[in-house]
């Protein structure tokens, strides 16, 4: 016995080492770190426990019967953040590059099936060229099963995408599925095709960072959520987005000790905002008055930036915000930030994350080119997101809050549970210039000073339909509040709602506009 945990012992040992100094050195020269310290870094330490590391290949040709190194280039199994359990499957490049085989592929989807039969989240650390091309078909085969299950897992377990390399193909697609991807400047790209087939398709030349880096996808596709200078930052921070989401859809998630009071009154936030509706302001400092400790985490944060989405805490319960940003393009609604927005409220909703609503949305994008690209049926993702949302929900209208827009924004009408106003909110179908103009055309051209009688029933038609009040008399606010009270206000009205609960009509699933 003794002789065979020797050799078991020695087996380990080399499974630990790697392939080799040269391939470290290689992986290294890369500005990248090896597979076991990422999971090192992700994990608590001595956490982890491995899954299937004598697992090799069986496949043959091409010369691969001669080499059939261990754990076949991806290391699964499971540990814990902050105490609490996390599967993880990360790729070996020093291994065949990190490409994906049959056993390969069978490790991930055993570690997958584990994660949802587990109840807990799911971390991929990804660093693969696609599908190995030496075992053709069946590699392909391995990623139809990745797919499958991030599927399956979706709104059931917590699914995070770590980008930590050159993902190509296939290995671009699972992430997509996932709720969060974060990658690393200079050293992770995702792309369906490389930029050599790219230059033969399209004759259009393109580095592998301009095609598909990490900036490129935190700011121009929005594929990206997370985006940062290296692997240490990057995995800190998926650390610290696991401590606000719950282990799966069947609990909330984790709630902290508070020493920020509840009942702070959040006096900034008088003289923050500007009464004027077309001066802006930087509605990230007024998310910070009102969260906990003034912390939270923007997701997308580069992306569709006239709407921000944040995890934070109040009164050390975890909170999903919505909010537009006057400060980018006024805050109105368009393609991107409807999208971007209707994901996120999805999220919140699968997750049990209650959802706060801060609008100051002047309406929908005009133009051209967002009506031709869609903005209806985009649009009508937030506006469904928000719709079908069963966790509580309540909105805030700081400032403007006009049309469409207006109740696309979690208005009451579309079932948020209580909704709130600054004194200095206007609800309306349009401003009130626009609405002069189109009411009161012909008085307007008729008068012997058409800018003053314009003047004059643009003030006519403030008093009458935009004072702070109108929304609050009919009932479509439930109350308009002191702005130094909007933290209190908030999080008394998230206790009382923490027990909602709502039945949904029997259905298969519902058919979301695309």
């Known amino acids: 016995m003794r002789s065979h945990v020797e050799e078991l012992a020695g087996i380990r040992e080399s499974v630990l080492a790697g392939p080799g100094e040269k391939a470290t050195a290689a992986q290294k020269a890369k500005g990248k770190l090896t597979v076991r310290e990422r999971i090192g870094l992700l994990l608590d330490e ?53 490409a994906l085989g049959e056993a390969h592929a069978a490790k991930i989807h055993k570690i997958m099936d584990m994660a949802i039969a587990a109840g807990a989240p799911l971390v991929s650390l990804n660093d693969g060229a696609g599908a190995r091309i030496q075992e053709g078909v069946t590699a392909l085969a391995g990623y139809g099963g990745i797919f499958r299950r991030n599927t399956a897992a979706s709104g059931v377990i917590p699914q995070i995408s770590v980008m930590l390399g050159p993902c190509a193909g296939g290995a671009a697609y699972s992430p997509a599925l996932t709720d969060f991807v974060f990658m690393v400047r200079e050293t992770s790209q995702m792309f369906i095709t490389g930029p050599d087939v790219v230059k033969a398709v399209t004759g259009e030349e393109i580095t592998q960072n301009g095609l598909g880096g990490a900036d490129v996808h935190a700011e121009t596709s929005g594929v990206c959520h997370f985006a940062y200078d290296d692997e240490e930052s990057c995995l800190e921070e998926v650390r610290y987005l696991l401590s606000l989401l719950p282990r799966n859809n069947r609990e909330n998630p984790p709630a902290v000790p508070c020493d ?32 906990d400790d003034g912390e939270y985490l923007e997701v997308h944060q580069r992306w569709a930036r006239n709407i921000i989405c944040a995890l934070a805490r109040l009164d050390g319960q975890v909170v999903g915000i ?12 368009d393609i991107e930030a409807s999208e971007k927005a209707a994901r996120f409220v ?98 307007i051209a008729e008068a012997d000073d058409p800018e003053a009688k314009r003047a004059e029933l643009v003030k006519e038609y403030k008093a009458e339909l935009m004072h702070p009040y109108y929304a609050a008399e009919r009932g479509l606010v439930d109350d308009v509040i002191d702005p130094a009270d909007t933290r209190r206000v908030l999080i008394g009205a998230l206790a009382m709602l923490r027990t909602k609960h709502a039945e949904r009509p029997a259905r298969k699933h519902g058919n979301p506009p695309q």
């Open 322 to 333: 919505v909010a537009n940003q006057p400060q980018s393009l006024a805050g109105v609604l």
């Open 346 to 443: 999805q999220l919140c909703d699968a997750f049990s994350i209650p959802i706060v609503t801060l609008l100051d949305v002047p309406g929908f994008l005009p133009g051209v080119g967002q009506e031709h690209g869609g903005i209806i049926r985009h649009g009508a993702k937030l506006l469904y997101a928000y719709c079908d949302a069963t966790v509580p929900r309540i909105s805030l209208i700081l400032r403007k809050a006009y049309g469409g827009a207006y109740i696309v924004m979690d208005s009451q009408s579309i079932g948020a549970d209580l909704t709130y106003a600054w004194p200095t909110n206007e609800i309306a179908v349009m401003g009130a210039e626009g609405a002069a103009n189109v009411i009161f055309r012909r008085q």
């Open 46 to 98: 001595g956490s982890f426990q491995e899954v299937e590391p004598l697992r090799r290949h069986r496949a043959t040709g091409f010369g691969l019967e001669a080499k059939k190194p261990y754990t076949d280039g991806v290391v699964t199994g499971w540990g814990t953040v902050e105490g609490r359990t996390v599967f993880v499957y990360a790729h070996d490049f020093r291994i065949f590059g990190g």
């Open 260 to 291: 920020d009071p509840a009942e702070r009154r959040c006096e900034t936030l008088t003289d923050l905002v500007p009464v004027d509706g077309n001066r802006p302001y930087d509605m990230a400092r007024v998310i910070e008055e009102i969260v």
